[in-house]
């Protein structure tokens, strides 16, 4: 019988090669996303439809109340989203505090609930500076925590956390995924914009990879 891992499922193109990656390695995948009161909403719409073309167990899970309690993100206040390179200092107004411990915490003890072995998520390299939730240094110990919560050890595990969105990408190419079956863009529009911090590393990880990205840009 193939290992139950719960893999957390945003939408994006990174969750979107872990989730391969997972069903690659023969694991028995159960998608978990999360409704935080993101802009970008339009997100969940594609892992949904993405998760009923797999035929694999989907939960969307409403958390938007926890931004009673978390504020000052530009994702989900009333504030605008910066346009630029995540390099800037202006991509700090993306971060939605301690948003990844929240996260790993529901889906480790929904893994408990399915007795599944581990849980996956997209981290990586290039989050590292602009994320704090994202480093090396914070998957290690949330995996030490999470094996220790538990009667049954569940791993905390990021595949591609010391790779680059374009070593993501590679990967996923060389799998032959679709990533016009992903979403991006931190504005939840028609199009993606190009020109927020998300837009411009998915389009330089396409061109490093002498790629075109197959979705459609407000600007061109």
């Known amino acids: 019988m193939a290992q139950k891992v719960v893999v ?3 939408g994006g193109m ?7 990656h997972a069903l690659q390695q023969g694991k028995s995948v159960y998608a978990l996303s999360f409704d935080y009161g993101q802009r970008h909403v339009k997100e969940l719409d594609v892992a949904r ?8 167990p989907h939960k969307i899970v409403d958390i938007t109340s926890i931004n009673q309690l978390l504020k000052g993100s530009s994702l989900t206040d009333d504030m605008a989203i910066p346009e630029g390179h995540y390099e800037e200092a202006s991509m700090q107004s993306t971060v939605v505090p301690n948003r990844n411990m929240i996260l790993l915490s529901l889906a480790i003890g929904y893994a408990a609930s399915i007795e599944a072995e581990a849980v996956y998520y997209g981290a990586h390299s290039g989050d590292h500076a602009i994320y ?7 998957v290690r110990q949330m995996d030490v925590a999470s094996r220790l919560a538990n009667y049954q050890p569940i791993a905390v595990e990021a595949p591609f956390l010391t790779q680059s969105k374009d070593d993501i990408l590679a990967a996923g190419l060389a799998m032959g995924l679709d990533y016009s079956a992903t979403w991006t863009c931190y504005n939840g529009r028609e199009k993606a914009c190009g020109r927020c911090g998300a837009c ?7 061109r490093n990879n002498g790629a075109t990205d197959p979705l459609p840009y407000e600007d061109a």
Do not use: G, M, Q
């Open 8 to 10: 957390i499922y945003s």
């Open 14 to 20: 990174d969750s979107f090669t872990v989730l391969h």
């Open 49 to 56: 439809s993405v998760c009923e073309n797999l035929e694999i």
């Open 132 to 138: 704090p939730d994202c480093r090396p240094e914070f």
């Open 200 to 206: 411009n590393e998915r389009l330089e990880a396409f």
